[in-house]
T-cell receptor, first 113, second 114 residues
Framework: QQQVKQSPQSLIVQKGGISIINCAYE??????FPWYQQFPGKGPALLIA?????SEKKEGRFTISFNKSAKQFSLHIMDSQPGDSATYFC????????????FGTGTRLKVLA | GAGVSQTPSNKVTEKGKYVELRCDPI?????LYWYRQSLGQGPEFLIY????????DSGLPNDRFFAVRPEGSVSTLKIQRTERGDSAVYLC????????????FGPGTRLLVL
C-alpha cells in the first residue's frame, strides 16, 4: 500500500505546550520520512526528516520519533509558539526509482497565545 | 532567486480551455517534481523528471495532462480541455536528484476552472 495515514486532522495547543502529530505507513520499502510545514498560500517547507535506521532525530524544538516495527512515526513540537500555527504534512519515499513523496493528509495546528 | 519559482501564481480559466503552468527549479537541481494539492489535502504526485526525461509519470490522472522539461531546467505542465475538477494548487519541487535529497517546493500555482 502506498498510503500514509496522518492524525489528528486538527490540533489546538496552548503556547509552551507540546504538539504531537502521528503518521503510519504500510509499505516497508519506504526509507525516507520527511515532515513539511505549510503556511496558507505558501509551498511546503522541510522541517526535519529521518531514515529508518534511527529511532529519533532532534532539531531545535522539533523531534521525530520513529518506530520501525510498528511502522509509525511522529513529530513532536516542544514549547509550541503561535508562529508554529500552520499545516503539517508527513511524507514517505522509497529508493526504488523516483524518490517521489507520498504525503499524509495534513494536520492543522493552532497554537493559542 | 534562490528558490523554486512558479508562474503564474494564480490562473482562472473556463472549462474546456488549455492552460500552461511553468516551474523554474533551483539552479543545478536535476530532479523536478510536479504535485497537485486539493483543498484540505496533502500534495499528490503527478510526474518526476530526471534531467530532460520523464522518469515517472504514473501520477498523471489522464491524457489531458502532459509535462515537458526540454532543456533539463524549466518545466511546463500542460492541461488540455480543463475540467472543474482540475481546480487545485499545482506545486513544483526540485532536488539534487540523489536518494533522500530534500525536495524544495515552490509557492504553487492556484488554478481555478470555472
Amino acid at each position: 500500500q502506498q498510503q500514509v495515514k496522518q492524525s489528528p486532522q486538527s490540533l489546538i495547543v496552548q503556547k509552551g505546550g507540546i504538539s504531537i502529530i502521528n503518521c503510519a505507513y504500510e509499505n516497508t520499502a519506504f526509507d525516507y520520512f520527511p515532515w513539511y510545514q505549510q503556511f496558507p498560500g505558501k509551498g511546503p517547507a522541510l522541517l526535519i526528516a529521518i531514515r529508518p535506521d534511527v529511532s529519533e532525530k532532534k532539531e531545535g524544538r522539533f523531534t521525530i520519533s520513529f518506530n520501525k516495527s510498528a511502522k509509525q512515526f511522529s513529530l513532536h513540537i516542544m514549547d509550541s509558539q503561535p508562529g508554529d500555527s500552520a499545516t503539517y504534512f508527513c511524507a514517505a519515499s522509497y529508493v526504488s526509482g523516483t524518490y517521489k513523496y507520498i504525503f499524509g493528509t495534513g494536520t492543522r495546528l493552532k497554537v493559542l497565545a | 532567486g534562490a528558490g523554486v519559482s512558479q508562474t503564474p501564481s494564480n490562473k482562472v480559466t473556463e472549462k474546456g480551455k488549455y492552460v500552461e503552468l511553468r516551474c523554474d527549479p533551483i539552479s543545478g537541481h536535476t530532479a523536478l517534481y510536479w504535485y497537485r494539492q486539493s483543498l484540505g489535502q496533502g500534495p499528490e504526485f503527478l510526474i518526476y523528471f530526471q534531467g530532460t526525461g520523464a522518469a515517472d509519470d504514473s501520477g498523471l490522472p489522464n491524457d489531458r495532462f502532459f509535462a515537458v522539461r526540454p532543456e533539463g531546467s524549466v518545466s511546463t505542465l500542460k492541461i488540455q480541455r480543463t475540467e472543474r475538477g482540475d481546480s487545485a494548487v499545482y506545486l513544483c519541487a526540485s532536488s539534487k536528484g540523489d536518494r533522500g535529497q530534500t525536495q524544495y517546493f515552490g509557492p504553487g500555482t492556484r488554478l481555478l476552472v470555472l
